[in-house]
Structures are given as structure tokens and as C-alpha cells.
């Protein structure tokens, strides 16, 4: 499965230039994603789709990778369409994982086991959530809450979908998981400050 992680914002409310390139114990947010998918098994090509706002995340990420990860330049300003974009230029095939620049705590078997699970069930697309007490355990206040069954859910910001039905609404999974890694994208210096903090743990 090939994976395209979406850097086309600029992270207005963190205040700290292109977001994907604010480094965080010196290496930049979107590395961490880049290099999470490339240690993946499952994941095969992992490209990154900019925008006209993000041309500094651009230039870091060939002179970081020298060509090994194809940037896709998207139009700017709507997501779906640069996703749909980003999805037909990348020449993927089959499903593909779209996944955000800012998730710096992910993990190669986190991505792997979430592949399996989008095996196993079998539709065209797969979200991944978590419920709303992980964020809260984080102290993170989450943008955007879901009720699913009368539970509150919050998605991670990964997602599968099928390449070849890309402009159609897709039968849609949702896999929900108590995992903290997932709650935590940045988009504060606070959230910033917490990944830096978890990172340190676990080193």
C-alpha cells in the first residue's frame, strides 16, 4: 500500500512558519510521519502533497530525502480536492493510506497493524478515531468530535481509501483505538511541547 501524507497548511495557530517544518528535537514535524511510513512493512511508496503555502516543505523534503519521496503539489485551500488530487498524480493503485503531516508520536506498528485491520474488514475506506477521554487524558481539547453508537470519537487524522473510487463516497470503517499516540497532533505550541515531553520519555 502506498501512503500520502497531506502538508499542504500552513498551522496558522502554532505561529511558527510552514508547520511541517517546525522541528521538534531537531527534526522537522513532517520527518517523523515520513519516516514512521517508511519503516512500515506494509507500506510501500510514501509521497507528500504540499501546497502553494508550504514551498519551504518542499525544498526540506528533497534535500532531505534526495528524491526518494515524491512531492506532489496540490492547488491550495481545499483539502478533499487536494487530497483527490494528490491521489490520482501519485499513480497509486488499489488503497491508499492519507495520512496528516503533524502525528510526530505514530509508530511503523501502529501503521502496519492499522493496514491489517483495513484487510481484514474488507470496504473500500477505513478511518481511524479515538474516543474523546484519550484526548482528555492528553489534555488536548480536539477541533473535531463525532458521535458514533452514543460514544464521542475523534478522528486521528489516518485514513484508507480506495484509489480507484477517489471522487465517489466510500463504504467507510471506523476503527476506533484507546491509543494516545494518535490523539496527539500539533497544532499549538502546547501540543508542540507535549510531543517533546513524550518523545523524552521514551527515549
Do not use: W
Request: a negative charge; proline letters at 6%; one cysteine or more.
Amino acid at each position: 500500500m502506498d501512503a500520502i501524507i497531506m502538508a499542504g497548511g500552513f498551522g496558522q495557530r502554532l505561529g511558527m512558519g510552514e508547520k511541517p517544518c517546525v522541528e521538534l528535537l531537531g527534526k522537522p514535524l513532517i520527518s517523523y510521519v515520513i519516516d514512521t511510513l517508511r519503516a512500515a512493512k506494509n507500506i510501500d511508496k510514501v509521497s507528500v502533497a504540499v501546497s502553494p503555502v508550504t514551498p519551504k516543505t518542499e525544498i526540506m523534503i528533497q534535500e532531505r530525502y534526495k528524491g526518494e519521496v515524491p512531492v506532489i503539489r496540490t492547488f491550495g485551500g481545499n483539502y478533499v480536492a487536494d487530497m483527490i488530487y494528490a491521489v490520482e498524480t501519485s499513480g497509486s493503485e488499489g488503497p491508499v493510506m492519507v495520512i496528516m503531516s503533524d502525528l510526530p508520536l505514530l509508530d511503523p506498528g501502529l501503521i502496519d497493524s492499522v493496514i491489517e485491520k483495513y484487510k481484514e474488514e474488507g470496504k473500500p475506506a477505513l478511518s481511524v478515531y479515538v474516543p474523546i477521554n484519550i484526548c482528555k487524558e492528553a489534555g488536548i481539547r480536539p477541533d473535531t468530535v463525532f458521535n458514533k453508537d452514543g460514544k464521542l470519537i475523534v478522528p486521528t487524522g489516518v485514513n484508507i481509501l480506495d484509489s480507484s473510487q477517489i471522487r465517489q463516497e466510500q463504504e467507510d470503517f471506523n476503527l476506533i483505538l484507546n491509543n494516545p499516540k494518535l490523539a496527539i497532533n500539533v497544532n499549538t505550541v502546547k501540543d508542540l511541547q507535549r510531543c517533546k515531553e513524550l518523545l523524552q520519555c521514551a527515549n
